[in-house]
């Protein structure tokens, strides 16, 4: 693959040269930052405990604008390395960069390092471009196809645009302005010379951009208004999407339109990657085509909508649920699909990773206690599906009978009664938990309480002898209990059939691989109130970053929990309406509760997951008890 990064001169570590010292003396010379400001900024970032770069700090600082670091960056050649650069100015991560070298550095053939950012989706082809334009003291371009002479273009052999990657743009006064991918490419510099005289001028664009203006040339668009894009190449691009997104376990599928372009993210172990940009006139087709497959208004384009895709994958025989939501912005539409598997893989309760004591109470319980309502709370995300399928699961035997209420019904479970809610031919939820009770059901599984209603009928059912399995959205645990207050629920009634929250995030799992010994560092230790002696035991890591993990030092999610379950004295303080720090501090004496964070806690101190995750992801709600104490409350 060729691109803009083959411009650059790269595998070599950066020298003395301190970057943002460079930058900040450029602004100096431009007038747009003093002396004693700089001196301040460097005192400010040594003080930080957080590590920032000295660019990062001016600009918080507010001594001036990202317009004047530009502009003065265009008007001055910067020696510094590329990785460098790109780290200071804030568009790359020094572990990114590292990641980027190590890939670099181990892979078979000699790619340039903005070769292997773009590959791997760290950085944007067209951002990209721009630094590399800072760099060598080139314009920046961003080629559009309105943009070009086409009669420069008609004095240049087609095949040449391809062979040199240029495309001429404008002629002012005698001077042809040229649009290039590589300027270090000598021979395509002396082939524009030859071609358009000795007074060609040069700016930086994408490679991709040069072949994307060419082909919407050669269709005769210059609007942008797709409607040139054919129909098969549309379908090939959402199903190439669907394949890849299936191929790389992915959870959601964001497709966005952007100012220049169309930009195709998927969420991966909870966190958004690039995946690729196509050309901005591709969205409306895009967007239709998914609407096609959604089942959604076509026509409708100014309000949002919703929709559902099952995809068969034409390379493994998968078949793929799609929950699709389209957003209407500023740019156009943008499309969020989630990824529900039909494989119907679903974990057993023991592997879900709860702890061994923990998992054991809440079988015990909980689960297994004959009524009563049982609550996973978390936000979006945190796998508090995936849990609940687990526990019907466990519950579903011939003895029993198992009723759902689902939006959408995620994994087909044999033996259990599932319903999935449709709203466009009167299902819809409501109606449906009218008619759940008389189905004669043991256990009622209602996807979401979503409202006062959902909760009033979860609450009947309980007091009526059955058990209800469902899910809320909150923070943690007594959030859970606090929110149902607030839908109106009487306290006693929340004390009388409430048996069980389960609190729950997702954590990202240190790659086994690549995995090192991690020491904290002070800071880390200031923000969870730990001293030396509470660690003692602790065996913290971190993920080094190797082809198994992409070079992100992780693979995979695990889960963290907190439960709390309702004895006699944690049910009087709900009786007695007390706050929330209380009802927690209950539940911690009394029942034994380890919260979110300290399980988090204990998690890192066993090296699955980060300690930077773990303190950054998880709510903190008092100080954590000493690692050595949670790991026995846990049976770890």
């Known amino acids: 693959m060729e691109t803009v990064g083959s411009a650059v001169e790269t595998g070599r570590k950066d020298g003395a040269v301190d970057s943002g010292l460079e930058i900040a003396s450029m602004l100096i010379k431009s007038g747009y930052l003093g002396k004693e400001q700089l001196g301040y900024a460097q005192r400010v970032k040594e003080k930080l405990l957080t590590p920032r770069t000295l660019i990062a700090v001016m600009l918080e600082l507010n001594f001036f604008t990202r317009d004047q670091l530009r502009e003065t960056l265009r008007h001055n050649i910067v020696s510094v390395k590329l990785g460098a650069l790109l780290v200071e100015l804030g568009y790359l991560k020094p572990a990114e960069l590292q990641a980027a070298l190590g890939i670099q550095r181990d892979g078979g053939h000699a790619k340039m390092l903005g070769e292997v950012l773009v590959e791997q989706r760290f950085i944007e082809e067209y951002t990209l471009a721009e630094v590399i334009a800072y760099q060598l003291g080139y314009p920046y371009l961003e080629l559009e196809p309105e943009l070009v002479d086409r009669n420069l273009l008609s004095r240049m052999p087609q095949h040449w645009i391809a062979q040199h990657s240029f495309i001429p743009v404008k002629e002012e006064k005698g001077r042809v302005l040229v649009a290039i991918a590589d300027p270090l490419n000598a021979e395509a510099r002396r082939t524009a010379e030859k071609l358009f005289g000795s007074g060609t001028t040069f700016a930086i ?30 379908t090939g691009i959402v199903n190439s999407i669907f394949e890849e997104a299936l191929r790389e376990g992915v959870s959601d599928i964001h497709i966005e339109p952007m100012r220049a372009a169309l930009r195709v993210r998927f969420r991966r172990d909870g966190m958004l990657t690039l995946y690729k940009d196509f050309p901005k006139e591709l969205a409306m087709p895009v967007s239709s085509r998914i609407k096609i497959m959604a089942e959604a208004d ?22 793929l649920d799609l929950r699709v939501s389209f957003y209407v912005t500023i740019y156009g539409e943008k499309t969020v699909l989630r990824l529900l598997s ?78 999935s809610i449709n709203q466009k031919i009167g299902v819809t939820f409501d109606e449906t938990l009218r008619h759940i009770v008389r189905q004669d059901p043991d256990i009622i599984v209602l996807g979401e309480i979503r409202d006062s209603f959902s909760a009033e009928t979860a609450i009947q059912a309980a007091l009526t002898g059955h058990k209800v399995l469902t899910t809320f959205h909150t923070e943690d645990s007594v959030g859970g209990l606090l929110r149902l207050m607030n839908m109106n629920i009487e306290a006693f009634l929340i004390a009388s059939t409430v048996v069980c929250v389960l609190a729950q995030r ?37 993920g080094r970053g190797c082809p198994k993990c992409r070079y992100s030092g992780y693979r995979g999610r695990i889960g963290v929990f907190e439960m709390l379950i309702l004895n006699e004295i944690v049910k009087d ?31 890192a101190a066993q090296g699955m997951v980060s300690l930077q995750d773990t303190v950054r992801l998880l709510p903190r709600i008092g100080k954590p008890r000493p690692i050595q104490e949670i790991r026995h409350l846990l049976g770890e």
């Open 342 to 419: 039909k494989k119907g893989d679903l974990l057993d309760l023991k592997d879900i990773g709860m702890p061994a004591r923990m998992l054991e109470r809440f079988t015990d319980d909980a689960l297994d206690t004959p009524s009563g309502v049982l609550i996973v709370t978390g936000p979006t995300g945190s796998g508090k599906t995936s849990t609940l399928y687990s526990c019907v699961r466990h519950l579903n035997d011939p003895s029993s009978c198992i009723v759902t209420v689902e939006e959408p019904v995620e994994y087909v479970i044999e033996g259990v009664a599932q319903c």
């Open 506 to 542: 997702l954590l990202r799992r240190i790659c086994p691989d690549c995995r090192e010994p991690y020491l904290p560092t002070p800071a880390e230790l200031r923000r969870i109130g730990y001293s030396n002696q509470e660690l003692r035991g602790a065996e913290f890591s971190v």
């Open 298 to 319: 076509i026509a409708e384009r100014r309000r949002h909508q919703d929709g559902r895709i099952c995809y068969e994958s034409a390379k493994c025989g998968q078949v």
């Open 205 to 234: 664009t994408t490679l991709k951009g040069i072949r994307e203006t060419v082909s919407t040339l050669k269709r005769g668009v210059l609007q942008g208004d797709g409607t040139a894009t054919d129909e098969h190449t549309v």
């Open 573 to 603: 303080a709900i009786l007695s309406k007390k706050t929330s720090y209380e009802i927690r501090r209950i539940s911690t004496e009394t029942t034994g509760m380890v919260t979110l964070l300290e399980s988090g806690l204990c998690k």
